[in-house]
């Protein structure tokens, strides 16, 4: 690329940058990754952490920035209208991004955003619009990139299961809310209350798919090392078998991404809760915010 890259910075808290938007004023000093993959923003519904976004969207530079799905929640926005300026400013922002820098920005839409899915491949504003995507490492591997909601049982073969499971999951992540918001103002530690009956209700599902296991052998099937997927809002890093997968999580939850450093190593950040527990083979690091 014709920008000069700069060795990468200690990271930085976000709770001392300025209030989200990149244009105007001194920018802040970023942490520079070669490939950052974020994805599950779920624009258009109260549980996006959009002012969470765009600080970690103004505290980042890197050369490729991977949008992997459900950006946008075209589900929810057809049952009912809800898109406060933050929202906008998301999407301003990533527009920005490819205009205004050298960031090349691919997106490839997932299940909530489907509609996509319809016209591509596509460019819009400068963006790529891809089904799905290939990613090459500093260090030669070669990675997937997909949504993943293809092979997810439930969102192919019992579509009625993955719409009533939509409409609970919202439901507990704004009783998450409630009840930390409660718990913060009585001094209490967070309590992850979304991620417990998550867990439980995905170790029940656990017998119909199990999801990384399909898309590492679906890896394998088509000659990546790889494979860098969203969709079930749990952000894991498994490298240590002959088919890595990683999974950048959500901007609901765990508010976190995948980044790769200029070395090629891949690694899992959180702005949000830690998510050690999804982890496995990485190091994870989190920013305060």
Known sequence: MARDLHPRLPPQSLASLPPPGRRGGAAPPRTRYRTVWISDFHLGTRTCRARRLLRFLDSIECETLYLVGDIIDGWALKKSWYWPSSHSDVVQTLVDLQTETDIQVIYVP??????????????????????????TTVDGRRFLVVHGDELDVTCN?????????????????????????????????????????????KQALAVISDFE??????????????????????????????????????????????????????????????????ATASSTKEYAA
């Open 213 to 278: 296991l399909n898309w590492r052998q679906e890896a394998e099937r088509r000659g990546f090392d790889g494979v860098i997927c969203g969709h079930i809002h749990t952000p894991k890093a498994h490298a240590d078998d002959d088919v890595e997968y990683y999974n950048d999580g959500d901007w609901v939850e765990s508010c976190s991404a995948l980044v790769e450093h200029r070395d090629g190593r891949l690694e899992i950040i959180t702005t949000g809760e830690p998510v050690e527990q999804y």
């Open 157 to 201: 073969q019992a579509r009625w299961m993955a719409q009533v499971g939509d409409y609970a999951y919202r439901a507990v992540t704004l009783g998450n809310s409630v009840v930390n918001t409660a718990r913060r103002r009585l001094g209490l530690s967070y309590y992850p209350l979304a991620g417990r009956i998550k867990a439980c209700f």
């Open 110 to 135: 997932g299940n909530h955003d489907d509609l996509l899915r319809d016209y591509l491949p596509i460019d819009f504003a400068g963006v790529e619009v891809r089904r799905e995507a290939e990613h």
